[in-house]
C-alpha cells in the first residue's frame, strides 16, 4: 500500500555528465563513458533505495535526454540533420534530429540498460521510454509528413523494445507523454491509439507519466499562464480511465491541478506527484503525507503511489536525495496512520 516510486530522471553526477542542465554533453567517451553511466546507474538505484522508495529506477543516467535518447538507435532518425524547433506548441526551441526515412530499430536500445539495473536491486524496477505523441513533437519530420502516421510508427518501434525490456527483467514500462497536457484534441484522435499499440501484448505493468514539464524556465513561465486552475487532466483522464493503460503518473505538488479531477481515473492506479521539481526547496515528510491525505479523498489506498511530479535531473544532487527521503518518509508516515506496514 503507498508504494513509492520516481516519475523519470535523477540528476546525473558531476563525473558523468554537466549538472543541472538538460541534454548535459557527456564528461567521458568510450568505454570510460560506459563504465560512468553503470556507476551512475548503481548510485541511483542506492540511493532511491536508502530513500525507501519501493519501485525503482535507472534515473536515467544512460541517457542525454529522455526522448533522443531512445531515438539514436533508430534508423531513419537523423541527427547529423538537426533543426531548431518549437515544442510543446511553441512553448520553447529545441535542437531535434530529422526523420528522414523509414523508421526501423536495428537492435535493442536500452535492454542492456534494464538488465544491468535489474541484476543490482530486488526491488521491482521502472524503465521509462519517451510516448509516441511526445517524440512526434520532439523532432522534425521530413519523411512521413504526418504526425498520426509517425505517432504509429513509433509506437510499432516502441513495442518491440518493450517485449525486450520485459524479457530483460523489466516490472514496470513508462511511456513519458507530457505533451497530452498540450495536444488534447490530439490525444482523442489518435494518441491513446497510439499509446495502446505501444503497449500491446506487454507482460509487465504499464504506465503513462503525463506532467507539466521539467522545472525550467520555460515550463515555470507557460504554467503561469494557465490560470487559477489548471484543468488539462480533465479533458485526458476520463479518456485514460477508458484506456488499457494500468497506472497514470500525473503532477499534484505545489500545482493548481484540482484534485477532485483525480477522481475521474476510477479503476486506475495513480501516481500522484507529492515532489515538486522546480523549487530546490525540500518538502518536509509531513508536507508529503499532507499530499497524500488530500489525493486519498479520491483515490483508494490500494491504487494510490506517492511519486515525484516530474524527473529531478536539473536539479542539484543533495536537493534531489533529500526530496527523496521526504517522498520515502511521507509515506511511511501515512501507511503508518492507515496501519499499513
Not at 541517457?63 to 531548431?84: M, W
Amino acid at each position: 500500500m503507498l508504494l513509492t516510486t520516481i516519475a523519470g530522471s535523477l540528476p546525473k553526477p558531476s563525473w558523468l555528465a554537466k549538472p543541472r542542465m538538460l541534454w548535459a554533453p557527456w564528461n567521458l567517451s568510450g568505454p570510460e563513458l560506459a563504465e560512468a553511466k553503470r556507476d551512475a546507474v548503481l548510485v541511483a538505484l542506492g540511493e532511491q533505495e536508502a530513500a525507501g522508495i519501493d519501485i525503482v529506477s535507472d534515473g536515467e543516467q544512460s541517457r542525454q535526454h529522455f526522448v533522443h535518447g531512445f531515438l539514436e538507435a533508430i534508423d531513419g532518425v537523423d541527427f547529423a540533420r538537426r533543426v531548431t524547433i518549437g515544442i510543446r506548441a511553441d512553448r520553447y526551441k529545441a535542437e531535434v534530429p530529422t526523420v528522414t526515412g523509414p523508421l526501423v530499430r536495428r537492435r535493442a536500445v536500452h535492454a542492456d540498460e534494464v538488465a544491468f539495473a535489474r541484476a543490482h536491486t530486488t526491488k521491482k524496477l521502472k524503465f521509462t521510454v519517451p510516448g509516441p505523441m511526445t517524440i512526434v513533437d520532439t523532432l522534425a519530420d521530413e519523411h512521413y509528413r504526418d504526425r498520426r502516421r509517425l505517432a504509429m510508427e513509433f509506437a510499432r518501434v516502441i513495442n518491440e523494445e518493450a517485449r525486450e525490456l520485459v524479457a530483460a527483467g523489466l516490472d514496470v514500462l513508462q511511456l513519458d507523454e507530457p505533451a497530452f497536457n498540450v495536444y488534447m484534441d490530439d490525444v482523442a484522435a489518435w494518441g491513446i491509439e497510439a499509446l495502446h499499440r505501444a503497449i500491446e501484448g506487454l507482460a509487465c505493468t504499464t504506465a503513462v507519466h503525463i506532467c507539466y514539464g521539467y522545472g525550467i524556465k520555460a515550463n515555470v513561465d507557460w504554467k503561469g499562464t494557465l490560470g487559477a486552475e489548471w484543468r488539462q487532466y480533465e479533458h485526458t483522464f476520463p479518456l485514460l480511465a477508458r484506456s488499457r493503460i494500468g497506472q497514470v503518473s500525473l503532477e499534484c505538488a505545489n500545482s493548481r491541478v484540482p484534485l477532485a479531477l483525480l477522481g475521474l481515473l476510477a479503476g486506475k492506479d495513480v501516481l500522484v506527484g507529492c515532489i515538486d521539481v522546480a523549487t530546490e526547496k525540500v518538502e518536509t515528510p509531513d508536507d508529503v503525507a499532507a499530499t497524500i491525505r488530500r489525493a486519498l479523498e479520491y483515490v483508494p489506498a490500494a491504487r494510490l503511489f506517492p511519486c515525484t511530479n516530474c524527473g529531478m535531473v536539473p536539479l542539484p544532487r543533495d536537493v534531489a536525495r533529500a526530496k527523496l527521503r521526504a517522498l520515502g518518509a511521507g509515506a511511511r508516515l501515512v501507511r503508518a496512520e492507515l496501519g499499513a506496514s
